[in-house]
């Protein structure tokens, strides 16, 4: 696999790996005929996300040559602290950074990664990858129920209102009113928690469907990523769940790429007040499967 | 015991949020006393802070819009609670938009300071945000604790120099040693000094001016008409409390002054507007 990005494309790129970066320690890599797929999932297998990047979204995007497997490259799986720094700091790359060329070479087990900058440097960077079998979420989003679609703006104001370290919080959807209110986990003393709860109409939203009042217990810290993607891009996001305990779906798109984030939910999410203890999170079902599929027909 | 009031002004709002938000930067935990007329955070110096200890006073008049504030008896009308100011500033802060802010004391799971605020949206219903701040209410035989420090007998009292120098200086010192001498006299002369076994560093200020305290002091407003103009009082203090306090600052007060009791204590005090802030951090050996 070989494909190149130019000017802002490698900041967007940059930005979905911070997106990414916040879900797992490992990022994996799939190229494949729809286009580039990220994927990270974590530790409890309780989130994953996926941003597949179209063709159309590099300057320059090929498979591997003939030599390689007919359907796309090998699914390369790199740690996420390898990848991430290079990509750290995007107001730097927006300075410096004219162009930026990745490639999967596998008879050496290696990405490389090199940065076109101004003043005639360039940056070449080996990192080492393992051969994995490609990870999918096994979610079929456009089968669910309920759908939200609303301006990332919007979430994110929804979001604000709760700290950065907030974990779990619960989203209540009614036909008249739309809540998000922290959840306190166990461990941590309710008696000596802040409760924030903020809540809006929901003709705020611009598409609401919901069959039936419901609340949804998730994990907030590994949307944030999401989220600020979408804010940065002014993109909607759209969000299909079904009922407590089955995963819950935020996803992005526009004509070059797609992202989303699946996230688990609580099973017994009735369980809301603070003298409840924390249930684990049910793990979203993950297919860690032989062959490289297109990430959109899983979806 | 009730509490509610009500803020509409959105100076008043980001007054009172600058004022907590500074507060939540020098101490984890304090205590609010709601008076009828002001609003007092008060840290007592214990041992397990260091024996620092903080009194901020503001008005209440110019920071709620309605204020009702029945105590804990009619002899005793006022309400102490503790509280950690760090859940109150980020709680103002995310209602910083908003049309009006309600502050009530309630009881949820347990006694709250519960902040409300209507939030304007371009759809005719408004979104709503409450944010309950768990509180512990301070019993009346404990009131003692947190009443307002007597003005030290000082040996000298000095304008500071700007803040922000002050904390550049500190914060550089701090890499060098863990305490820190102020010293400073009557002839508006302050040193900040560090000593180490390989170095001695010494910030020399000068032209600060020393505040008049007039009243029952001599006519020259010195705490003693025969003290030596040039003779420095001093303290030895943990670098790390008067960092903290120097960080904590977001606006530059009007007025900033030290009190010196020659190797017992520093005592600052910020006046802004109708805030005043007083921190004291004892002297170590």
Same mark, same amino acid.
């Given at each position: 696999?070989?494909?190149?990005?130019?000017?802002?494309?490698?900041? *967007? =790129?940059?930005?979905? %790996?911070?997106?990414?970066?916040?879900?797992?320690? #490992?990022?994996? &890599?799939?190229?494949? +005929?729809?286009?580039?797929?990220?994927?990270?999932?974590?530790?409890?297998?309780?989130?994953?996300?996926?941003?597949?990047?179209?063709?159309?979204?590099?300057?320059?995007?090929?498979?591997?040559?003939?030599?390689?497997?007919?359907?796309?490259?090998?699914?390369?799986?790199?740690?996420?602290?390898?990848?991430?720094?290079?990509?750290?700091?995007?107001?730097?790359?927006?300075?410096?950074?004219?162009?930026?060329?990745?490639?999967?070479?596998?008879?050496?087990?290696?990405?490389?990664?090199?940065?076109?900058?101004?003043?005639?440097?360039?940056?070449?960077?080996?990192?080492?990858?393992?051969?994995?079998?490609?990870?999918?979420? *096994? =979610?079929?989003?456009? %089968?669910?129920?309920?759908?939200?679609?609303?301006? #990332?703006?919007? &979430?994110?104001?929804? +979001?604000?209102h709760f700290p950065s370290s907030q974990e779990e919080i619960t989203l209540s959807v009614t036909p008249l009113r739309v809540s998000l209110t922290n959840y306190c986990?166990?461990?941590?003393?309710?008696?000596?928690?802040?409760?924030?709860?903020?809540?809006?109409?929901?003709?705020?939203?611009?598409?609401?469907?919901?069959?039936?009042?419901?609340?949804?217990?998730?994990?907030?810290?590994?949307?944030?990523?999401?989220?600020?993607?979408?804010?940065?891009?002014?993109?909607?996001?759209?969000?299909?769940?079904?009922?407590?305990?089955?995963?819950?779906?935020?996803?992005?798109?526009?004509?070059?790429?797609?992202?989303?984030?699946?996230?688990?939910?609580?099973?017994?999410?009735?369980?809301?007040?603070?003298?409840?203890? #924390?249930?684990? &999170?049910?793990?979203?079902?993950?297919?860690?499967?032989?062959?490289?599929?297109?990430?959109?027909?899983?979806? | 015991?009730?509490?509610?009031?009500?803020?509409?002004?959105?100076?008043?709002?980001?007054?009172?949020?600058?004022?907590?938000?500074?507060?939540?930067?020098?101490?984890k935990t304090c205590v609010l006393r709601l008076t009828a007329d002001n609003l007092f955070f008060v840290l007592s110096g214990k041992v397990a802070n260091g024996g620092?200890?903080?009194?901020?006073?503001?008005?209440?008049?110019?920071?709620?819009?309605?204020?009702?504030?029945?105590?804990?008896?009619?002899?005793?009308?006022?309400?102490?609670?503790?509280?950690?100011?760090?859940?109150?500033?980020?709680?103002?802060?995310?209602?910083?938009?908003?049309?009006?802010?309600?502050?009530?004391?309630?009881?949820?799971?347990?006694?709250?300071?519960?902040?409300?605020?209507?939030?304007?949206?371009?759809?005719?219903?408004?979104?709503?945000?409450?944010?309950?701040?768990?509180?512990?209410?301070?019993?009346?035989?404990?009131?003692?604790?947190?009443?307002?420090?007597?003005?030290?007998?000082?040996?000298?009292?000095?304008?500071?120099?700007?803040?922000?120098?002050?904390?550049?200086?500190?914060?550089?010192?701090?890499?060098?040693?863990?305490?820190?001498?102020?010293?400073?006299?009557?002839?508006?002369?302050?040193?900040?000094?560090?000593?180490?076994?390989?170095?001695?560093?010494?910030?020399?200020?000068?032209?600060l001016g020393n505040p008049l305290w007039g009243d029952d002091a001599s006519q020259d407003g010195g705490p003693s008409p025969s003290r030596d103009p040039e003779a420095?009082?001093?303290?030895?203090?943990?670098?790390?409390?008067?960092?903290?306090?120097?960080?904590?600052?977001?606006?530059?007060?009007?007025?900033?002054?030290?009190?010196?009791?020659?190797?017992?204590?520093?005592?600052?005090?910020?006046?802004?507007?109708?805030?005043?802030?007083?921190?004291?951090?004892?002297?170590?050996?």
């Amino acid at each position: 696999m070989n494909c190149l990005l130019e000017g802002n494309g490698v900041k *967007v =790129f940059g930005k979905a %790996l911070h997106a990414l970066s916040r879900i797992g320690d #490992a990022l994996w &890599l799939d190229p494949t +005929v729809k286009g580039l797929a990220l994927r990270a999932v974590n530790s409890a297998h309780s989130a994953y996300a996926c941003f597949l990047f179209s063709p159309l979204f590099f300057q320059h995007y090929s498979l591997g040559s003939g030599s390689e497997q007919g359907s796309g490259s090998v699914n390369c799986k790199l740690l996420m602290k390898s990848i991430l720094p290079l990509f750290r700091c995007l107001t730097s790359i927006e300075r410096n950074v004219e162009r930026c060329q990745i490639s999967v070479s596998t008879p050496s087990d290696r990405v490389v990664v090199q940065f076109f900058c101004r003043h005639g440097i360039t940056k070449t960077h080996n990192l080492r990858f393992q051969e994995s079998e490609a990870l999918q979420a *096994v =979610f079929a989003s456009h %089968l669910c129920p309920n759908v939200l679609k609303a301006p #990332a703006r919007l &979430l994110c104001d929804m +979001v604000m209102h709760f700290p950065s370290s907030q974990e779990e919080i619960t989203l209540s959807v009614t036909p008249l009113r739309v809540s998000l209110t922290n959840y306190c986990e166990e461990g941590k003393d309710p008696m000596r928690t802040m409760y924030t709860e903020m809540s809006l109409h929901p003709d705020e939203f611009d598409f609401f469907q919901v069959g039936v009042d419901l609340d949804l217990t998730f994990c907030l810290k590994e949307l944030r990523g999401l989220l600020s993607f979408a804010e940065s891009h002014s993109l909607p996001v759209s969000v299909n769940f079904s009922t407590a305990g089955k995963p819950v779906c935020f996803s992005v798109e526009d004509v070059v790429l797609e992202a989303s984030v699946v996230l688990a939910t609580l099973m017994d999410s009735e369980s809301r007040g603070p003298s409840q203890p #924390a249930e684990t &999170l049910a793990p979203v079902t993950l297919e860690v499967c032989g062959c490289c599929c297109s990430a959109r027909g899983i979806m | 015991m009730k509490f509610r009031g009500k803020i509409v002004d959105v100076a008043c709002l980001n007054h009172v949020t600058r004022v907590i938000s500074t507060i939540s930067k020098l101490t984890k935990t304090c205590v609010l006393r709601l008076t009828a007329d002001n609003l007092f955070f008060v840290l007592s110096g214990k041992v397990a802070n260091g024996g620092v200890s903080m009194w901020c006073e503001l008005s209440q008049a110019n920071v709620f819009d309605e204020y009702q504030m029945e105590g804990v008896s009619s002899e005793d009308n006022e309400i102490c609670l503790e509280v950690t100011p760090e859940n109150l500033s980020r709680a103002l802060k995310t209602v910083q938009n908003a049309k009006a802010v309600k502050v009530k004391l309630t009881k949820k799971h347990c006694p709250c300071l519960t902040i409300a605020a209507e939030l304007p949206t371009l759809s005719s219903i408004s979104r709503v945000v409450t944010h309950d701040v768990p509180v512990d209410v301070i019993p009346r035989r404990l009131w003692h604790e947190f009443k307002e420090p007597s003005m030290p007998d000082f040996d000298v009292s000095v304008y500071l120099p700007p803040l922000k120098t002050m904390k550049n200086v500190v914060d550089r010192m701090k890499n060098l040693s863990n305490f820190l001498v102020i010293e400073a006299n009557l002839s508006g002369e302050m040193n900040l000094k560090i000593e180490t076994d390989l170095v001695s560093v010494t910030t020399h200020f000068k032209d600060l001016g020393n505040p008049l305290w007039g009243d029952d002091a001599s006519q020259d407003g010195g705490p003693s008409p025969s003290r030596d103009p040039e003779a420095m009082a001093q303290a030895r203090v943990d670098i790390r409390k008067l960092q903290q306090f120097l960080m904590g600052q977001q606006v530059n007060p009007s007025k900033a002054m030290c009190n010196i009791v020659h190797e017992r204590v520093v005592h600052l005090i910020l006046l802004h507007e109708d805030v005043s802030l007083q921190y004291f951090i004892p002297a170590v050996a």
